[in-house]
């Protein structure tokens, strides 16, 4: 079967830096998708990685290991508005994607 | 662009009662997909179209659901009869190239929250 792990819940302090890991396993795979979800509100687009490798976009940051079915997201110098749900999402062989459960992050000043 | 648009946002409902959730998507965007999520499973794909016609509606739990897009700017979403498990958000979200090439992004509506009493 295909299966996306992320971690349940995080905490982490303002100012600091949070890493939240993905593990997948898919059938095939055709790119990787970061989202940010706060309470009560959609889903939004953070990041996408088809190669492995690092893709940084201002405070947020996302890796890709392909041999190693894994990816994270790191968020830098924390504030108070990133506390939500981060989503990670795989793009199957089939084109389909395929998400996590989602990792809720909790900022304490 | 207003992005897209979902209605009603909130829908409170008696079990057996019939439910209409509606969604706009962003203009020019070809794919549309719905999407359900809960607190125990998640986001789950019910259903996608492309260029109005469902093109994937193995995600639909059962009879009861249906949808449908009969032009390039709008989508229901029909539960009949509901039933207190369908309570959950309902998403519409829509994206160019659906999700099959590239970096396509899909654009989410803000969500219907129903629930089924």
């Known amino acids: 079967g295909q299966n996306i792990d992320q971690p349940t819940e995080m905490t982490a302090t303002e100012g600091a830096i949070v890493q939240i890991n993905c593990t997948y396993q898919?059938?095939?795979?055709?790119?990787l998708f970061w989202y940010q979800q706060h309470a009560g509100e959609a889903p939004t687009f953070l990041s996408y990685?088809?190669l492995d490798g690092l893709e940084e976009k201002g405070r947020f940051s996302s890796f890709l290991s392909r041999s190693k079915g894994y990816s994270y997201l790191l968020l830098k110098e924390l504030q108070m508005k990133d506390s939500a749900s981060y989503l990670c999402?795989?793009?199957?062989?089939?084109?389909?994607?395929?998400w996590g459960a989602g990792t809720k992050l909790i900022i304490k000043p | 662009d207003a992005g897209v648009i979902q209605s009603p946002r909130h829908e409170v409902t008696e079990m057996g009662q019939e439910v209409t959730l509606r969604c706009k998507p962003i203009?020019?965007?070809?794919?549309l997909f719905w999407y359900r999520q809960t607190m125990m499973r998640g986001l789950e794909l019910l259903i996608y179209?492309?260029?109005?016609?469902?093109?994937?509606d193995s995600g639909m739990p059962e009879d009861r659901f249906s949808a449908k897009m009969p032009n390039a700017s709008f989508s229901t979403l029909k539960i009949q009869p509901s039933e207190p498990r369908d309570s959950a958000v309902y998403f519409c979200?829509?994206?160019?190239?659906?999700?099959?090439?590239?970096?396509?992004?899909?654009?989410f509506g803000a969500g219907s929250r129903l629930t089924v009493l």
């Open positions: 179209f492309n260029n109005n016609v469902p093109i994937d």
């Open positions: 990685n088809v």
């Open positions: 999402a795989v793009r199957d062989s089939n084109y389909q994607l395929i």
């Open positions: 898919t059938s095939g795979f055709n790119g």
């Open positions: 203009s020019g965007h070809d794919y």
């Open positions: 979200a829509s994206s160019t190239g659906g999700s099959f090439s590239g970096a396509n992004v899909l654009t």
